[in-house]
């Protein structure tokens, strides 16, 4: 057997000059080393917020939490949020385990080593008295907190620097509007950058997805034509071309419609790739959104519909594990709040955040790259790992840190 | 009558604790719903 492409022999035959393989030839990327601070981020982008888990989980009991790799304890005290690095420096006991003895202040189950929530120092050690000469002279890390969306917030630092408003980064819309957010927290397996990519991930919704019950009511095309626009601190996804079925030359004819779902829409509308509504949520209206799939850092996904906006925050707990924080939004007031209610904990909790994003999780956890080989619609992967990339440059150059 | 008492004593029961079990389920739940800005 030959090989179509191998040299020709020395001892004999015409010689032919080597060629370049063809693209489609070459091995695919070996490595990140083209975004470097992405390659990096294993553990996830320092300087940002992230949400760790519901308001209500946290109360005088601490909780413990992992955030990119930093293991954080955090305890609710006059009704102010307070994060620790969760690690007695006495013996390397979680102070998680520990419990308040004095108001405001977290005690180490061991020996009784007391912190100030505030500032973490050292401000009482139960077992060497009133007079230890230890008090005072050390402490634990802090970390700042906020409470927005029902969720607690933990800000994990570059450097020393103070955090910037966590409104800042926010997605826009969510920051002054009313509006009513079901959402589901959730630890999942597989680093946080390839929950992030396939959030925001062009190709795979339409197959992966195809089996889900949400798809009953959510036609979805076979394949798009996608370029990738940036505006402000957002990158979106914008359809050039919609295809919902399609000839493959030898193999035969591909679509996801069936007799039993949603039929697909004469013309297709930007927000939600769906057809046409009636009425369009002014607020999301307003926001006048180029794409309807829209990502910043640090790994903040939106998708747009005519009348809601899902959102997806991918927390990173470790290079091996992440946190799924999925929230629907819909800007409703009065009465009509009680309909979400009953959508959200009725369907879209089971169906969505449940389901559907169960086969994300899926492959998320099982996605092994690099080495990879990306194809077309992969541009929406590395616009996300270039943007990285410049708000990363542009955030250590704010922060005079290297 | 008996049966009737005990149906309107359980019924009160579980009204009552209605809203300590929706708060107990919110509090537990990774799943919840909030009114945001109003």
Not at chain 1, 94 to 114: A, I, K, M, V
Not at chain 1, 177 to 193: S, T, V, Y
Not at chain 2, 22 to 32: G, K, P, V, Y
Request: with cysteine; proline share 8%; charged share 25%.
């Amino acid at each position: 057997m030959t090989e179509p492409d191998a040299p020709a022999r020395e001892d004999g035959g015409a010689r032919r000059p080597e060629r370049r393989p063809r693209r489609s030839d070459r091995p695919g990327r070996q490595d990140w080393s083209s975004w470097p601070e992405y390659d990096a981020a294993a553990a996830g982008f320092r300087g940002y917020w992230y949400p760790v888990t519901w308001s209500s989980h946290v109360t005088g009991k601490p909780t413990a939490v992992t955030l990119c790799g930093e293991k954080i304890a955090l305890v609710r005290d006059s009704g102010q949020v307070y994060a620790l690095h969760d690690r007695c420096p006495h013996r390397g006991v979680p102070l998680s385990l520990g419990d308040q003895q004095f108001p405001g202040t977290l005690s180490c189950p061991y020996h009784g080593w007391t912190f100030r929530l505030g500032d973490g120092q050292l401000c009482a050690v139960i077992t060497d008295g009133p007079d230890s000469r230890i008090r005072g002279k050390l402490g634990v890390r802090t970390y700042p907190t906020a409470e927005r969306l029902g969720m607690v917030w933990v800000y994990v630092p570059l450097g020393d620097e103070e955090p910037h408003p966590i409104d800042s980064q926010l997605p826009e819309e969510l920051v002054e509007n009313a509006f009513m957010m079901g959402g589901r927290i959730e630890p999942r397996a597989g680093n946080w950058r390839f929950a992030c990519e396939n959030g925001f991930d062009e190709g795979h919704a339409k197959y992966l997805h195809r089996t889900s019950l949400w798809r009953l009511f959510k036609a979805m095309p076979t394949w798009n034509i996608t370029r990738i626009v940036p505006e402000g601190r957002w990158i979106f996804r914008v359809q050039d071309e919609v295809h919902w079925e399609a000839d493959f030359p030898g193999v035969g004819r591909w679509t996801s419609k069936r007799w039993w779902k949603i039929q697909p829409p004469k013309e297709t509308f930007n927000l939600g790739n769906t057809g046409k509504p009636k009425k369009v949520d002014p607020v999301i209206e307003s926001r006048g959104f180029p794409g309807f799939a829209s990502l910043s850092m640090p790994g903040v996904l939106r998708i747009a519909y005519p009348n809601f906006i899902h959102y997806e925050f991918y927390v990173p707990v470790d290079a091996d594990n992440h946190q799924y924080v999925g929230v629907m939004v819909n800007f409703t007031e009065g009465w009509k709040t009680l309909g979400f209610y009953a959508k959200y904990l009725g369907a879209i909790r089971w169906l969505f955040h449940g389901q559907f994003s169960g086969q994300d999780a899926w492959m998320v956890d099982v996605t092994d790259a690099p080495p990879e080989k990306l194809y077309r619609p992969d541009v929406s992967l590395t616009a996300w790992r270039t943007l990285a990339e410049e708000e990363t440059a542009k955030k250590r150059a704010e922060l005079g840190a290297k | 009558m008996r049966r009737t008492l005990l149906t309107l004593i359980i019924g009160a029961g579980l009204a009552a604790a209605a809203p300590a079990l929706w708060r107990w389920i919110a509090r537990t739940s990774n799943t919840q719903v909030h009114r945001i800005n109003q």
